[in-house]
């Protein structure tokens, strides 16, 4: 695991396809029945990306305070946002727009100080040498006329061509647009770790980028994970990324105006650093390359407060417990200041349990003016701290979270007991 992907805290996920057209599923629109398979690639007729601005993008997703970003090179659909040699089926050989998004996606990120991420579907439901076979555990004879032969005989070597498919096409981007720091796999569900080969696979990658980081969806083989849509009430182990929609959908879909707010944005970010984890926000561009103004306001939101309250951002480590603090928090890395993220309109004060180290100072983040605390209870000499309240006045809250800063004598020190009888004094 890379140092800065641990740091990053925030990535940008971007769902970028021909299933924008129309706006339906990606992939699963046609796999679930609800369009013909004709008319979802039909779709490669409108596939304009006529206002498509990678730098545009980029400086949009730096301003949102992202450090990362991961775009969608090619989904179950099997469509590839570059000029593949391995198919004709992507969009400079099969779409109006004639242009290698890929090639214009990494070098705006880049250029914009991000780390480049790139999301590649393992299943590809377009092509017959991908149902040759049956997935692992699956029945023989099932007939999912995506993922299976159905009642037709496997023909193992046309699998083991669909295998070099893979490898030749992630070879490509991976050696032909510059370093590639994250590779964001879906779709290891569909066969075995043994199916895909996924030891070589691993292999193929680290030889060609020994600091790629890869996540969790290779049967085994990744390094970090990746829980989507509800967020963790229990961290992972290990490093993790929460992935989530702005609405309700990864790839752009019209009829969905159930966006998020930034408020609810930035609690679940708030969240994943309490957790120790990073938050991967998803964006859905239309076919023509424009972010809808709904989702754009809300990066630019998140980045104003991230500017105003960095400090307590990237540079630090998971927090306190629920138990301890009933909010967020964070600790900068030699543990002598404890960041709380307020999230709601205290009644008077916040209370922190358990916290025996000594604060020197206590003030709001983004203002930086200096707020009062007091301890009550507690046997400091049998080593059991009392209840320590925070006092903060309601003019000086940030209207999204607010965030205090205490600043302490010495490294975090925490009681975690039962309590006890206390038999002198």
Known sequence: MQEWFKQAKLGIFIHYGIYAVKGVSESWSFHN????????????????AQNFDADKWAELFQKSGAKYVVMTTKHHDGVALWDTKCSDLNVVKG?????????EYTEAVRSHGMKVGLYFSLIDWSREDYRSVYPAGWPIGDRNPFATPGYGEERPELWAQFLK???????????QYGKIDLLWFDGDWERSADQWKMGKFKELLLSLNPDVICNSRMQGYGDYATPEQGIPVVAPEGPWEFCITLNDSWGYRGRDHHHKSTRQVIRMLCECITMGGNMLLDVGPKEDG???????????????????????????EKGLNYAFFQGGSALSPDHKTLYLFVYDKPNEFVCIKGLKTRI??????????????????????????????????????????????????????????????????
Request: aromatic residues 8%; glycine residues 8%.
């Open 95 to 103: 779409t109006p727009a004639k242009r290698d998004i890929v090639k």
């Open 290 to 316: 424009t972010i809808i103004p709904e989702q754009e306001q809300v990066l630019l939101e998140l980045g104003e407060w991230i500017r105003e309250n960095e400090e307590a951002i990237y540079d630090t």
């Open 33 to 48: 029945g609800g369009i013909s398979f004709e008319d979802y690639y039909s779709q490669m007729d409108g596939f304009t």
């Open 165 to 175: 498919l893979n490898d030749a096409q992630i070879t490509e981007l991976m050696t």
């Open 360 to 425: 020197r100072r206590a003030s709001i983040l983004h203002s930086g003016q200096e707020i009062r605390w007091d301890i009550t209870g507690g046997a400091p000499w049998n080593g059991i701290p009392g209840l320590t309240w925070i006092f903060i006045p309601e003019e000086l809250l940030h209207p999204m979270v607010t965030v205090v800063k205490l600043e302490l004598d010495a490294p975090i020190e925490l009681y975690a007991e039962a309590g006890a009888v206390i038999s002198q004094n």
